[in-house]
C-alpha cells in the first residue's frame, strides 16, 4: 500500500479487520492467556447442561481446536484429589 491509500499494516482495507483476523486474534487469546476460570465454568456447564457443553466442544473440534475436552477433564480429576 501506498502511505496516501486507506490501508492499514495488515493488508486490509477500511476501519474493519475481517472475519479471519477478528477469528484468529480470538483463538490466539484463547491459548495464550491463562483463562483457567473458563475450566470452572465448562464444569458447571457440566453439571447443569452437559448438551450445552457437548455442542461447544464439537465447535471447536469441528474448528480445528482440539484438547479443550481433555485438558478440562484432567483438571477435574486433579482437583478432585
Not at 12 to 21: K, N, T, V
Not at 45 to 74: A, C, T
Amino acid at each position: 500500500c501506498e502511505p496516501e491509500d486507506s490501508c492499514c499494516c495488515c493488508g486490509w482495507e477500511g476501519a474493519s479487520p475481517p472475519l479471519s483476523a477478528v477469528v484468529w486474534s480470538y483463538i490466539t487469546l484463547h491459548h495464550n492467556c491463562d483463562l483457567s476460570f473458563l475450566s470452572d465454568f465448562r464444569y458447571t456447564m457440566q453439571k447443569r447442561f452437559p448438551s450445552i457443553l457437548e455442542v461447544y466442544y464439537k465447535s471447536n473440534e469441528w474448528s480445528g481446536i482440539h484438547g479443550i475436552r481433555e485438558n478440562d477433564q484432567m483438571t477435574w480429576l486433579s482437583s478432585k484429589n
